[in-house]
């Protein structure tokens, strides 16, 4: 008994330090609106990162300020945690945010402790209330009847979300929204007297876009409804079009994507209003689609140790060409891979273990425009040795044995990974893919490449093999391995040759400095096959031209802010 009270001051100090970090993510997400009004488009990229970071900023406070107010004989002390959680429970209770708290209260056991002691005793391996609680309300919304008059409704719509800047020429955009809209849906609908949409009450904010979300539905049947808006800077906000399709509403809340900035004030809610209009998604995706990664960390952690309790599944290599840095391992039925560091890389890498971990968590803070995906870094994870295939674990024991390892004969412990979405390597896709698909694999391959560019980031390494193809056809980047910044890049065209044994020589009759890259290198580098090798030059030539990267890098330096939209638009092409 005497411990309860000590137990109950370390809970407080928890969730003190947890209304710390809500607060501060709050007031960065509540400046996105102002940001948009006044197109500071860089101060959103720096808002997106500082949010990013401050988690475990937060994280790394609350733990200095424990060890200042407890000894660690004490704090440390596991058999005390059962009690701090227990008088944690009683804090969060009838908090509309207590899923966030929990993972919180995680985070902070796990920074004091070795993850040998986590237990569901001292933490929250299980949540202790389901995502969407009895006690929550109806989400937030804004309904609207058209009645017949569509055009009206549209009016009243973009009405209620006005900004402090005027619309650049409404009439023009209802009128063509509303024209998508009657393209977009069969032609019932829109006649429906019952036809209702509904839309979130608060604007979701990225990059250089806003976004209105909710739905479009009748008694029977219902569609998402995001409508994007852009501000065109000196001409005012634009309806940059309407988008009904489920999978194009998916892929702009998709793991490819920064993170949005949406005013929320009971989470719970609004995962609740996207999971309906796109059933789809994993409630995982979803908060870390609005910023709350580390309880997407939680949910997709509680979602794979299920699929492991309930299903026959094991752990297999991925399909693909063996990786040069990583090592990675799938699981046929669950949607992701993983994916470990080699304790040995092949002599061509020149890098080091301590430069791939740095690489992999700067995706996480930049932009990564739907063309690199998102990764969540474990440590510490533990699987039945029964879980996994043979011939899978003996390489993984093989290529990786400081970070693979077997526990007590029965158990495999992983120190080191990364998940990330499973995709189809882009190499295997062209490999069954008909002509059609080819050059359409080939066209978005190169987009990816120009579009990464455009966020100021060069993949460095753009073999096939290391991008893959979403089940929406989309073509991404995963090997983060040999990335950098565009404007660290010194893009060169290869010098004449001085004789003509040049030509025959092994080496280059040129001096190569560690970051020079030569983008007349790059057709037979990137293609062995004759046919695909004239197709990508046709499509996307200007990426063997030297002079193409150096534009691109002028305007970065020039601080030019390039559109990247997460929807498909007609003529989308970065130029």
């Given at each position: 008994m005497a411990q309860q009270r000590p137990a109950a001051d370390i809970a407080r100090q928890i969730l003190d330090g947890f209304d710390d970090y809500r607060a501060h993510f709050r007031e960065i997400t509540n400046g996105a609106r102002a940001r948009f009004e006044q197109a500071q488009w860089q101060e959103a990229q720096a808002a997106s990162a500082a949010r990013i970071n401050l988690y475990e900023e937060k994280v790394s406070e609350v733990g200095e300020r424990l060890r200042s107010s407890f000894n660690d004989e004490f704090l440390l002390d596991v058999e005390l945690w059962p009690l701090v959680k227990s008088a944690y429970i009683?804090?969060?209770?009838?908090?509309?945010?207590?899923?966030?708290?929990?993972?919180?209260?995680?985070?902070?056991?796990?920074?004091?402790?070795?993850?040998?002691?986590?237990?569901?005793?001292?933490?929250?391996?299980?949540?202790?209330?389901?995502?969407?609680?009895?006690?929550?309300?109806?989400?937030?919304?804004?309904?609207?009847l058209p009645q017949g008059n569509l055009n009206q409704a549209l009016r009243q719509i973009f009405d209620d979300y006005r900004f402090s800047v005027a619309y650049e020429d409404l009439d023009r955009d209802v009128l063509r929204v509303e024209e998508q809209l009657r393209t977009n849906l069969p032609d019932w609908v829109c006649k429906d007297p019952e036809l209702c949409i509904e839309l979130f009450s608060a604007t979701l904010y990225r990059n250089k876009g806003a976004y209105l979300v909710g739905r479009i539905y009748t008694r029977d049947e219902q569609w998402p409804l995001v409508f994007p808006l852009l501000h065109r800077e000196g001409q005012g906000i634009q309806i940059d079009t309407l988008i009904t399709d489920e999978a194009e509403v998916s892929i702009i809340f998709s793991f490819t994507r920064s993170y949005f900035m949406v005013r929320v004030e009971i989470p719970a809610e609004f995962i609740g209003f996207l999971k309906r209009i796109l059933p789809g998604k994993h409630i995982a995706e979803l908060y870390t689609s609005i910023g709350f990664y580390k309880h997407g960390k939680s949910e997709f952690?509680?979602?794979?140790?299920?699929?492991?309790?309930?299903?026959?599944?094991?752990?297999?290599?991925?399909?693909?060409?063996?990786?040069?840095?990583?090592?990675?391992?799938?699981?046929?039925?669950?949607?992701?891979?993983f994916k470990i560091i080699k304790d040995r890389f092949s002599p061509s890498k020149n890098v080091d273990r301590a430069t791939v971990i740095e690489k992999y968590r700067l995706v996480k803070s930049v932009d990564r425009v739907g063309r690199m995906a998102d990764t969540q870094e474990f440590a510490d994870f533990r699987f039945p040795k029964a879980k996994f295939d043979p011939e899978c674990l003996?390489?993984?024991?093989?290529?990786?044995?400081?970070?693979?390892?077997?526990e007590n004969e029965d158990t495999v412990l992983i120190r080191h990974?990364?998940?990330?979405?499973?995709?189809?390597?882009?190499?295997?896709?062209?490999?069954?893919?008909?002509?059609?698909?080819?050059?359409?694999?080939?066209?978005?391959?190169?987009?990816?490449?120009?579009?990464?560019?455009?966020?100021n980031i060069f993949p460095g390494d753009m073999l096939l093999k290391n991008f893959g193809v979403t089940r929406h056809g989309r073509v991404v980047f995963y090997d983060y391995d040999e990335i950098c910044y565009l404007t660290e890049a010194n893009f060169r065209r290869i010098p004449p040759p001085r004789y003509p044994e040049d030509e025959m020589a092994s080496e280059p009759w040129y001096s190569v400095a560690p970051l020079d890259v030569f983008p007349e290198e790059f057709p037979p580098f990137l293609f062995a096959d004759i046919g695909q090798r004239r197709l990508f030059s046709q499509l996307h030539g200007d990426l063997y031209d030297a002079d193409y990267w150096k534009g691109l890098q002028e305007a970065i330096r020039a601080g030019k802010v390039i559109d990247v939209f997460p929807y498909r638009r007609k003529g989308d092409r970065v130029v």
């Open positions: 009683g804090l969060i209770d009838l908090r509309f945010d207590d899923e966030l708290a929990e993972t919180w209260f995680n985070s902070i056991f796990c920074g004091l402790f070795s993850h040998d002691q986590i237990s569901d005793g001292c933490m929250f391996i299980h949540t202790t209330r389901p995502a969407l609680r009895p006690h929550v309300s109806a989400p937030q919304t804004r309904s609207y952690y509680r979602s794979l140790i299920n699929h492991l309790a309930t299903t026959d599944d094991k752990f297999i290599m991925a399909p693909g060409v063996r990786g040069m840095v990583m090592s990675v391992f799938t699981l046929p039925g669950f949607n992701t891979v003996a390489e993984l024991l093989e290529v990786a044995p400081s970070t693979v390892e077997i990974c990364w998940t990330e979405r499973r995709m189809t390597p882009l190499n295997i896709y062209l490999e069954h893919a008909n002509e059609a698909q080819v050059r359409e694999a080939l066209e978005d391959y190169g987009l990816a490449i120009k579009q990464l560019a455009a966020a």
